[in-house]
């Protein structure tokens, strides 16, 4: 079976990329998530090493077909690296297709490496890293589940402490 290859910033993972990454799993056998670091400028809530680390707890029940490792720099540089056979990426919307389009154009163009399009479940389908982080960081608070329990707890952390200060 191929092995995929999953980029993403995943600050915070949550329930849209789970679906996704139980898809790919299905569809595709091996599974990379691939947690972008930019050395120079970490990530807005999360550090790279926090995220990968709260992903690892989030798919423990998929066991060994799916591994986490950070990467910096270009995700085809990062796919070929693990002579991962495609890329699999997420739209969950018009203006997510877009964006996406042009970078598995760009991607080919540079490569050749594939890349594949899945969509999560309606009920996912408007979840985003960038408002659960927007939530949290203003002390807001979210009731319907969005993110996996490992997720859960770690933004919970991050809201008592930004209560504290
Ligand atoms: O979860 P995100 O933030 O939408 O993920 C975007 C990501 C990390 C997949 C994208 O920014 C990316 O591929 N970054 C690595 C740099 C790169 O390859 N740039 C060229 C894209 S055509």
């Known amino acids: 079976m191929a092995v995929a290859f999953y980029p993403g910033s995943f600050d915070p993972f949550h329930l849209g990329h789970l679906d996704v990454v139980e898809q790919a799993v299905a569809l595709f056998g091996d599974l990379v998530i691939g947690v972008m670091h930019n050395p120079d400028k970490d990530s807005s809530m999360f550090t790279a090493d926090e995220r990968a680390e709260l992903i690892r707890q989030s798919v423990t029940h998929l066991g060994k077909k799916v591994c986490v490792e950070k990467f910096v720099g270009l995700t085809v540089d990062a796919a070929a690296k693990i002579e991962a056979s495609l890329i699999v990426k997420s739209a969950r919307s018009g203006a997510d297709f877009d964006?996406?389009?042009?970078?598995?154009?760009?991607?080919?163009?540079?490569?050749?490496?594939?890349?594949?399009?899945?969509?999560?479940?309606?009920?996912?389908?408007?979840?985003?890293?960038?408002?659960?982080?927007?939530?949290?960081?203003?002390?807001?608070?979210?009731?319907?589940?969005?993110?996996?329990?490992?997720?859960?707890?770690?933004?919970?952390?991050?809201?008592?402490?930004g209560a504290k200060s």
């Not at 970078?103 to 594939?114: L, T």
């Not at 996996?148 to 707890?153: E, G, K, N, S």
């Open 99 to 161: 964006i996406e389009q042009q970078m598995a154009q760009m991607n080919h163009a540079a490569s050749g490496v594939e890349t594949v399009l899945l969509f999560s479940r309606p009920e996912h389908s408007y979840i985003s890293s960038r408002y659960i982080r927007q939530f949290t960081l203003s002390g807001g608070t979210i009731k319907t589940p969005m993110v996996t329990a490992p997720v859960q707890q770690a933004l919970l952390a991050k809201h008592n402490k």
